[in-house]
């Protein structure tokens, strides 16, 4: 606590009372010596007389804000000085405590002193949370120097701020929702709603109710009504994830509300009116689907306005070591384990390997390797039996035999393992490998790689 007042009989009496509901205080006897140690020691709540000479205690809570935006005050006042009570509440103050007070006094100081520290608690909590919501999606946050993500990110800063239609395409597991977050983050509607819905796990008539809303009464179970997301989005943003999986009819309704941002409710009549950038998500070619009838054209050219393609993972190989290490200091810091780094030869098998999940699959070996692994640092026996195959293998000599001959013992240990990891499932093992079964079978017979349970043969 930091007491501020230039009557020291004033100033000692709180200080007495704070200490004996167990608060460490100091004292000032100006504003200049209590911004002093505002700037110099943490303080929890400062009280502060009005009435002091040079700067009074208004002035005092206002430039106190200005160096810790978050610390309460607590203005003392003289008795029935009611306009000073208003005006303390008016420069930021917290509350007001009257004066005189003295020991009867304790519990009102005390209720007051821990309610002001309690708001001081959720003021810093909510402007951090705020700033760790920002940092989450800024662009630096989607990790990767490579030429291709740069080419994606110079094209969000760009598109951000418009109200443009952005139609954002790439595999599974790319980090299409990351990218539509960061681009609502970046845009004007920052402080309105951003609201996803994955169009790809509602069926049609759910789907529906859940982007439009629905009246009372609309279909069985419609017990009241429903406020949909295109509404709940309205002034923000609405990402509609795996939009080719929209049904005929759902792509009509949507062309409508893309162009006229209009709708009504399931089984309501009236028709209400949005502000919604939206942003859509394909992991599918929609130019092949309308090719194939099974996406509207129109519809197409409607969302199409600005697409932002994202790379696959194995596109970019130089950013596996960034990100892999950006997740483990997620997963270290969420589980408290002390892993600080990778084997150059587990690097080495992250960078080799396909990535067909992409870094949503990356993500999720990270993890497993830090939880499983058993030292400071993730090996190449961390990793799952696919990646490690993907890893370079020690070659003898050839000496006298022929190429073929000297990649039969790298080949048969790399199968060997993986299917040992995968206790000997052939089915299993062809998956990881990325061959089909009829080709392992006979791999394993030419390398000699005999099952230990025949009986379990599969």
């Known amino acids: 606590m930091l007491v501020v007042d230039d009557e020291e009989l004033y100033r000692r009496a709180l200080e007495r009372i704070l200490a ?24 929890d709540l400062v009280l ?52 005189p007070f003295d020991q009867g006094n ?58 443009s239609t952005v139609l ?72 509609l994830d795996e939009i080719s999986t929209a049904s005929p009819g759902m792509q009509v309704k949507l062309l409508r509300v893309l162009q006229d941002f209009e709708f009504e409710q399931v089984g309501g009549t009236q028709t209400f009116t949005i502000d919604t950038r939206v942003i859509l998500a394909s992991n599918e070619d929609l130019a092949r689907a309308v090719t194939d009838g099974r996406f509207r054209q129109d519809l197409f050219y409607r969302i199409n306005v600005i697409n932002i393609e994202l790379p696959a993972l194995r596109e970019r190989i130089s950013d596996i070591p960034l990100l892999a290490e950006h997740f483990l200091t997620e997963v270290r810091e969420d589980c408290g384990k002390n892993v600080h780094g990778f084997s150059d030869d587990a690097v080495a098998a992250l960078q080799r390997y396909p990535w067909p999940g992409n870094v949503r699959e990356l993500q999720n070996v990270i993890e497993r390797a830090v939880l499983l692994g058993k030292s400071d640092l ?51 093992t062809a998956e990881a490998l990325g061959i089909n079964r009829t080709t392992l079978y006979k791999k394993m017979k030419r390398l000699g790689l005999e099952e230990p349970y025949p009986a379990l043969a599969r």
């Open 20 to 43: 004996r509901v167990g608060h460490q205080v100091s004292t000032a006897r100006d504003a200049a010596e209590a911004l002093a140690l505002v700037s110099s020691q943490p303080i």
């Open 48 to 99: 502060c007389d009005v009435k002091m000479p040079g700067i009074n205690g208004l002035e005092l809570v206002r430039q106190v804000h200005e160096l810790e935006p978050d610390l309460p005050c607590i203005v003392i006042t003289g008795y029935g000085s009611a306009e000073h009570s208003v005006e303390a509440l008016r420069a930021g103050a917290f509350w007001y405590l009257e004066k």
């Open 106 to 163: 304790l519990d009102v100081v005390r209720r007051l002193v821990e309610q002001a520290i309690e708001h001081g608690r959720l003021k810093a909590e909510n402007r951090l949370l705020q700033s760790q919501l920002r940092s989450l999606y800024r662009f630096e946050n989607i990790v990767g120097t490579s030429t291709a993500l740069r080419r994606v990110l110079e094209t969000v800063e760009k598109v951000a701020d418009s109200d």
């Open 168 to 239: 954002i395409t790439g595999e599974s597991g790319t980090g299409k929702s990351l990218v539509a977050r960061a681009i609502h983050r970046h845009s004007a509607r920052r402080d309105k709603p951003f609201v996803e819905v994955a169009c790809g796990a509602l069926p049609e008539t759910l789907l529906e109710s859940e982007l439009f809303g629905h009246v009372a009464g609309a279909f069985t179970g419609a017990a009241g009504n429903k406020l949909g997301k295109f509404m709940q989005a309205d002034g923000g943003t609405i990402f």
């Open 378 to 428: 993730i090996r190449l026996e961390d990793l799952p039996a696919a990646l490690a195959a993907a890893a370079p293998v020690s070659l003898e000599p050839i000496g006298g035999r022929t190429l073929k001959q000297a990649l039969e013992a790298p080949e048969r240990q790399i199968i060997r393992e993986v299917l040992e990891a995968n206790n000997w499932n052939r089915h299993v």
